[in-house]
C-alpha cells in the first residue's frame, strides 16, 4: 500500500516550459518531505526538500509547494531544460524511513 | 569524501539460492538504508540501522535481513531467493539517519533465475 500517491506516472514538456508533479499522503506524522531525481543506471539524489511548517521552497529552478491541510505537496520544474529528463520521486520521512512516491518519469523536448 | 559504494554491481543467482549484498557508506555516516526498487513496486523501504542497530524494518519477509558493522559498513542477506526478489538494491547513507539527507549508491542488480 503506497504511503505516498504521486502523479503522473510521466509527462513530456516542451524545453523552457513548467513541468509540475504532485504527491499526496494521508500520515499526518510525516515530518521531512523530500523529492529525488533519478537518472537511469544511477541512485536517487537528492533534489529539493521541505518541512511541513513551511508552505514553499525554492532552490534555483526548482520549487515544493506545500498544503499541510490538504495534504499535499508538488515540485514545480522551471524552465525545463533536456537535462532534467530524469524520473522524480516525491517521498516522505517518519522514523528513520522514507515512504516513496511511485515516480514520475519527465522528458522535456529541445 | 567518496560516495557510498555498493558491491557487487550485478548479481545472477538461481531460485532457492541466498545472496548478500554490500555497503559502504559515506565516511562519518552512522546510518544506512536499505532499499529495494522495481518498475512494479517502485521505491520500498527494507531497513535502516544506525550504529549497529535496527531502528525501523520495512514489510518484507523474514527471509530478508540486515546487519551493521561497527565500521557503520553494511550487509544485507536474502535467502530462499523467489523469481520476485528480482530488483535493483539500493543502500543510502546519511549522518544520522531520515530527515537527514539520504544519498545513495548505484545498486546491485539482482536477477534471479
Known amino acids: 500500500q503506497q504511503q505516498v500517491k504521486q502523479s503522473p506516472q510521466s509527462l513530456i514538456v516542451q524545453k523552457g516550459g513548467i513541468s509540475i508533479i504532485n504527491c499526496a499522503y494521508e500520515?499526518?506524522?510525516?515530518?521531512?518531505f523530500p523529492w529525488y531525481q533519478q537518472f537511469p543506471g544511477k541512485g536517487p539524489a537528492l533534489l529539493i526538500a521541505?518541512?511541513?511548517?513551511?508552505s514553499e521552497k525554492k532552490e534555483g529552478r526548482f520549487t515544493i509547494s506545500f498544503n499541510k491541510s490538504a495534504k499535499q505537496f508538488s515540485l514545480h520544474i522551471m524552465d525545463s531544460q533536456p537535462g532534467d529528463s530524469a524520473t522524480y520521486f516525491c517521498a516522505a520521512s517518519r522514523d528513520y524511513k522514507l515512504s516513496f512516491g511511485a515516480g514520475t518519469t519527465v522528458t522535456v523536448r529541445a | 569524501k567518496a560516495g557510498v559504494t555498493q558491491t557487487p554491481r550485478y548479481l545472477i543467482k538461481t531460485r532457492g539460492q541466498q545472496v548478500t549484498l554490500s555497503c559502504s557508506p559515506i565516511s562519518g555516516h552512522r546510518s544506512v538504508s536499505w532499499y529495494q526498487q522495481t518498475p512494479g513496486q517502485g521505491l520500498q523501504f527494507l531497513f535502516e540501522y544506525f550504529s549497529e542497530t535496527q531502528r525501523n524494518k520495512g514489510n518484507f519477509p523474514g527471509r530478508f535481513s540486515g546487519r551493521q558493522f561497527s565500521n557503520s559498513r553494511s550487509e544485507m542477506n536474502v535467502s530462499t531467493l523467489e523469481l520476485g526478489d528480482s530488483a535493483l538494491y539500493l543502500c543510502?547513507?546519511?549522518?544520522?539517519?531520515?530527515?537527514?539527507?539520504?544519498?545513495f549508491g548505484p545498486g546491485t542488480r539482482l536477477t534471479v533465475l
Open positions: 521541505i518541512r511541513p511548517d513551511v
Open positions: 500520515n499526518t506524522a510525516f515530518d521531512y
Open positions: 543510502a547513507s546519511s549522518l544520522n539517519g531520515p530527515p537527514d539527507t539520504q544519498y
